[in-house]
């Protein structure tokens, strides 16, 4: 039904930015729900960024939160998250995530992720 694909990671030093790129299929996009995750090595999977559909508000995580900003284009039915200030820490696979509720904010459950997009930052 969905399929998200990642793009704009890379490697960057730390203080840097980045702005990474998910691509939705679909004529639904504006309806959805859609969120930045990552994962570091032999870490598990976290929240970072979610923006809504309706009225394009957002949540953070708190360890990026001033730091990074999370956007969407419906015309373009894609989502960024642009990186500023990147720490070592930010080193992760980043994955494009989609929830189809409307209900609860912010959403606890995703319907479609993507394949994930590399962002090293050194220091």
């Known amino acids: 039904q969905v399929q998200l694909v990642e793009s704009g990671g890379g490697l960057v030093q730390a203080g840097g930015s980045l702005r990474l790129s998910c691509a939705a299929s679909?004529?639904?996009?504006?309806?959805?729900?859609m969120a930045w995750f990552r994962q570091a090595p032999r870490k598990e999977r976290e929240f970072v960024a979610v923006?809504?559909?309706?009225?394009?508000?957002?949540y953070y995580a708190d360890s990026v939160k001033g730091r990074f900003t999370i956007s969407r284009d419906n015309a373009k039915n894609t989502v960024y998250l642009q990186m500023n200030s990147l720490k070592p820490e930010d080193t992760a696979v980043y994955y494009c995530?989609?929830?189809?509720?409307?209900?609860?904010?912010?959403?606890?459950?995703?319907?479609?992720w993507g394949q994930g997009t590399q962002v090293t930052v050194s220091s």
């Open positions: 679909g004529r639904t996009f504006s309806t959805y729900r």
């Open positions: 923006i809504n559909w309706s009225d394009s508000s957002t």
């Open positions: 995530a989609a929830d189809s509720s409307i209900f609860g904010w912010p959403p606890n459950r995703y319907d479609y």
